[in-house]
């Protein structure tokens, strides 16, 4: 048997808070977890649009029904099976997301990324590999990939605001892989770093989302 790659050209998705008007003074660029979709996950942001601050939601490539034939569809970022292709097509999809959108710009606004549970490792894959140096920041109820050399996690991230949201009564949080990926944020000594906590489980809070959003 023999197995081959092949590239083509292939069209996705992606959500925003409102139509660039090219004006506005900040993007955030916000990744779902696991199952979710973009256009649902970029509603738990409605209480923070603004016309200067463009809310951008990447979907994952990968789409299933969220129980047996049919139903609801979720989507993630990747498995497994073909993870070096999965990786290399998201990045390849997020990259075209920000050289779309950034020619609209007369002068670049700031950059913010924010991910969320299995979002986070894809977020920090994705910002490590491209020439872009975010100014916050956010890990949410996930951490680094892996699979990420932490030197170059380091040197991408040493002048942002780097901030790990955490809740108290998140399972996932639990998990000896989350605790070691974890340990990469806090052993990289970041200058500007923030560890804030919240009461609630495996979600986006409301209150501390604006709270990070208007720092």
């Known amino acids: 048997m023999v197995q081959k790659e092949l ?35 970029l509603r738990k942001f409605n209480h ?39 990786i290399a097509n ?12 950034l020619p609209q710009f007369g002068q670049i606004p700031k950059i913010n990324v924010l991910g969320f549970s299995q979002g986070v490792a894809t977020m920090s894959r994705w910002v490590c590999q491209f020439n872009l140096k975010p100014e916050k920041v956010v890990f949410w109820g996930g951490a680094p990939a892996h699979d990420l050399e932490p030197t170059i996690m380091v040197e991408r991230l040493k002048d942002s605001q780097v901030i790990l949201a955490l809740g108290d009564d998140d399972p996932f949080l ?6 070691r990926q974890r340990n990469l944020i806090y052993d990289a000594d970041f200058v500007n770093f923030k560890e804030l906590c919240y009461s609630g489980g495996h979600d986006l809070d409301p209150e501390l989302l604006k709270e990070i959003f208007l720092m």
Not at 174 to 179: A, H, L, M, P, R
């Open 90 to 101: 998201c990045n390849n999809y997020l990259n075209g997301i920000i050289e779309e959108l």
């Open 7 to 41: 590239n083509f050209q292939a069209k996705h998705t992606y959500s925003l808070s409102h139509a660039p008007t090219g004006e506005e003074n900040s993007i955030w660029i916000v990744f779902h977890g696991y199952g979710q979709l973009a256009q649902f996950f």
């Open 48 to 86: 923070l649009f603004q016309d200067d601050c463009l809310i951008v939601a990447p979907e994952g490539l990968n789409h299933y029904y969220l129980k047996g034939f049919s139903g609801r569809v979720g989507a993630n970022w990747m498995t497994k099976h073909e993870r070096e292709i999965d």
């Open 174 to 179: 639990q998990s000896e892989i989350y605790i």
